[in-house]
T-cell receptor, first 114, second 111 residues
Framework: DAGVTQSPTHLIKTRGQQVTLRCSPISGHKSVSWYQQVLGQGPQFIFQYYEKEERGRGNFPDRFSARQFPNYSSELNVNALLLGDSALYLC?????????????FGSGTQLSVL | KQEVTQIPAALSVPEGENLVLNCSFT??????LQWFRQDPGKGLTSLLLIQSSQREQTSGRLNASLDKSSGRSTLYIAASQPGDSATYLCAPQTGANNLFFGTGTRLTVIP
């Protein structure tokens, strides 16, 4: 079975542009979470979606938004890109939204903002 | 807010040595704690998950312990190999799918 897949793997944008990142969870998993990892830091929680509804949001500005589709795949959108948005964006999936459940991570999308 | 500290920040050891990585966290109300491995520029590979009711978990040469009340976890790696070189991250979970990460320990195993 395929693991969590993310696309694209790398992306270069300029300040002020908008970007969309995509994630497909493990087959059968209904929950998707997004994390941002700035170079040299640990990942930080951005969003969690379960059954197409937002279940959690981290401390990120409204420029960050996400959605989940009926097939449980997800998109993360970032508007008005800043240099500080340059990071590795990680998607994680789990079976449900049960607290304490194991998360499985994808390989990430490396976003560079110039 | 959960704060996670990992010590040491970097570690270099000769092949074959046993080693211990440390993780401390401020909020002991956790559901579980996961240890991950991350290779440069790559995603996270889950190594071990310890439920809050457990004391330790073992997988091959890896053993993780958890002392929830004192906010500490350790990852023990036996007989280290060059392929173990990576950054190791610990992440306690305090909410649904909400993991808090430390900045990691960068391990280099010298052949």
């Amino acid at each position: 079975d395929a693991g969590v897949t993310q696309s694209p793997t790398h992306l270069i944008k300029t300040r002020g542009q908008q970007v969309t990142l995509r994630c497909s969870p493990i087959s059968g998993h209904k929950s998707v979470s997004w994390y941002q990892q700035v170079l040299g830091q640990g990942p930080q929680f951005i969003f969690q979606y379960y059954e197409k509804e937002e279940r959690g949001r981290g401390n990120f500005p409204d420029r960050f938004s996400a959605r989940q589709f009926p097939n449980y795949s997800s998109e993360l959108n970032v508007n008005a890109l800043l240099l500080g948005d340059s990071a590795l964006y990680l998607c994680a999936s789990s079976l449900t939204s049960t607290w304490g459940e194991k998360l499985f991570f994808g390989s990430g999308t490396q976003l560079s903002v110039l | 807010k959960q704060e996670v500290t990992q010590i040491p920040a970097a570690l270099s050891v000769p092949e074959g040595e046993n080693l211990v990585l440390n993780c401390s966290f401020t909020d002991s109300a956790i559901y579980n704690l996961q240890w991950f491995r991350q290779d440069p520029g790559k995603g996270l590979t889950s190594l071990l998950l310890i439920q809050s009711s457990q004391r330790e978990q073992t997988s091959g040469r890896l053993n993780a312990s958890l002392d929830k009340s004192s906010g500490r976890s350790t990852l023990y790696i036996a007989a280290s190999q060059p392929g173990d070189s990576a950054t190791y991250l610990c992440a306690p979970q305090t909410g649904a799918n909400n993991l808090f990460f430390g900045t990691g320990t960068r391990l280099t195993v010298i052949p």
